[in-house]
């Protein structure tokens, strides 16, 4: 008889029932971040963390939608419904994939992640997106991934990083560290997007999947401010992966402009003006997504992640959980190794494409509004995208030409 997965370990296969009750004492008596906690090799993901951005542009059209639009006003609301359609694939995708959330494999220092979206026509709208490319790089041992995404054709950038802390209280609580920056370029036009803290549902049955928490904002520099409040189930009643937002000018919150209801999960509704008083205006529904485009793994740099990984992620889906071990071993003592001779050399490991800066004043402008700090102690600094700097260091290095990493990213 199978066991219920309203079990303890329900969710989980009768062999790795032991391993994960095991693993669940083993993080409720761990006192630091979790993050370096060794988990058991059946609950690992197939994708590492430095490839969660390739959720940013699965809806090309949306994303790039915002510089089509003559309004600040309709600016502001078009960014807010882009970064809403991207919680569903950042959050839950892994869980409607796998059956449920797994653990994602932890990069290592140098890893990268490059893609291209390709154009595609809007239906009825007869426009066309352009290409969309996406670099995302671990610029930091233990955390910190920096991702820059740009559309040339629309004069859209996108750029942002994210640095996790995790600690367990009743289940398993991540505080993402970061922020991420949009530019549109024809409206000189600038946005800050804070990042959600989350916690894990269902960990204790072995269903574990994602729940957001507390809220987050959208400012822009033409003085409009989007806030997002995230709520669960709940003991008592609601649905799962609920939210609402509102859309305000500085200093006016309680005049809304726009507001948004639903499920990051399974589309919202917005209305113009206030959810009780305002009038329609659109709604979403998850559709179709465009893929992140990239050559196979064997025409990649064995810097990037779809091919440093391949072997990992052929052993977790057969299910080869020595195999895992083994090969996952082999890439951390290979970065244990590097970082010891980097020592003894008294080096740094050289960032592909980001460079450190010692402040960011366009962030500490969109910042002051809603108190949101930098935390560059928490992330090893302020790190950016720096086109001269990677087109200069990367095309000294045949490796990376023979996998043709500068064309990829949209640099050449």
């Not at 060794?38 to 197939?46: E, H, K, Q, S, V």
């Not at 009825?124 to 040339?152: F, Y």
């Not at 008083?277 to 992140?292: N, R, V, Y």
């Amino acid at each position: 008889m199978s066991s219920s997965s309203k079990e303890e370990g329900g969710g989980v296969s009768a062999a790795n029932r032991g391993s994960w009750s095991s693993f669940l004492r083993s993080i409720a008596s761990f006192n630091g971040d979790l993050a370096s906690l060794t988990a058991p090799p059946f609950i690992l993901g197939t994708i590492s963390l430095s490839e969660f951005s390739g959720y940013w542009a699965e809806h090309p059209d949306i994303f790039v939608a915002p510089a089509r639009a003559s309004n600040p006003e309709e600016r502001a609301k078009l960014v807010l419904k882009w970064f809403l359609t991207t919680l569903k694939q950042q959050y839950c995708s892994r869980s409607d994939n796998e059956g449920n959330e797994k653990k994602p494999l932890n990069p290592f220092l140098g890893e990268l992640h490059i893609g291209q979206w390709p154009s595609v026509v809007v239906e009825k709208e007869g426009w066309e997106t352009g290409v969309t490319t996406l670099v995302s790089e671990q610029v930091r041992q233990v955390d910190s991934n920096r991702a820059s995404s740009r559309n040339q054709k629309h004069g859209i950038t996108l750029q942002g990083y994210n640095a996790q802390k995790a600690s367990f209280s009743r289940t398993i609580h991540v505080k993402q560290i970061g922020h991420a920056l949009l530019r549109l370029d024809k409206f000189n036009e600038d946005y800050l997007i804070t990042i959600p803290a989350l916690h894990i549902e269902g960990l204790i049955y072995g269903t574990p999947f994602v729940e957001l928490n507390d809220k987050t904002y959208i400012v822009s520099s033409t003085g409009y401010i989007s806030k997002i409040d995230y709520s669960g189930k709940g003991w008592i009643g609601g649905k799962k992966n609920s939210f609402t937002a509102t859309l305000y000018q500085e200093g006016k919150e309680k005049d809304t402009l726009y507001s948004v209801e639903g499920q990051w999960s399974n589309g919202f509704t917005i209305h113009k003006g206030g959810k009780k008083s305002g009038t329609f205006d659109e709604s979403f529904a998850p559709k179709k997504i465009e893929l992140l485009q990239y050559p196979s793994p064997e025409n990649l740099s064995i810097w990037e992640a779809k091919r440093r990984w391949a072997p990992v992620v052929k052993a977790i889906l057969n299910k080869d959980m020595d195999t895992t071990n083994h090969e996952k071993s082999l890439i951390e003592n290979e970065q244990r190794e590097m970082r010891k001779q980097e020592a003894a050399k008294g080096v740094e490991w050289q960032r592909w494409f980001f460079v450190k800066k010692q402040n960011d004043p366009l962030f500490d402008k969109l910042a002051k509004p809603i108190g949101e700090r930098i935390e560059a102690d928490k992330t090893g600094g302020i790190w950016r995208f720096d086109a001269d700097h990677a087109k200069q260091y990367i095309s000294q290095i045949p490796e990376m030409q023979q996998a043709h990493v500068l064309e990829r990213a949209g640099l050449m």
